[in-house]
């Protein structure tokens, strides 16, 4: 996909929302997760095939990283290498 294509799609533009929020020392992990279970169930399931789709380019071999990110680089090629998210599929309902 070309940078042009990516920075025009609604999910490079919600992504960059998400940064906005992340880039906070007050941001809370846990309330953001309850916070979740707050949408219409199809919406939680769509948000949970994001974040698989997060762990699998995060986890690949060609996903560059340093100090800052190397664990959670690790955590996610050990899932992807684990072969769960291989396993099974998350249907759109």
């Known amino acids: ?15 960059k929302e998400l940064e906005h929020a992340l880039n906070d020392y007050g941001w809370n992990e846990k309330r953001f997760a309850i916070a979740v279970t707050t949408f219409h169930k199809t919406l939680q399931q ?7 789709e997060v762990i699998k380019t995060m986890g690949s071999e060609g996903y560059g990283y340093d100090l800052r990110n190397k664990a959670s680089h690790e955590i996610c090629k050990k899932i992807v290498e684990s072969g769960v998210l ?4 998350i249907p759109f309902i």
């Open 1 to 15: 996909m070309e940078r042009h294509e990516l920075e025009n799609s609604r999910e490079f533009k919600a992504a």
């Open 46 to 52: 769509t948000l949970f095939r994001s974040m698989v």
């Open 86 to 89: 291989e396993d099974e599929t």
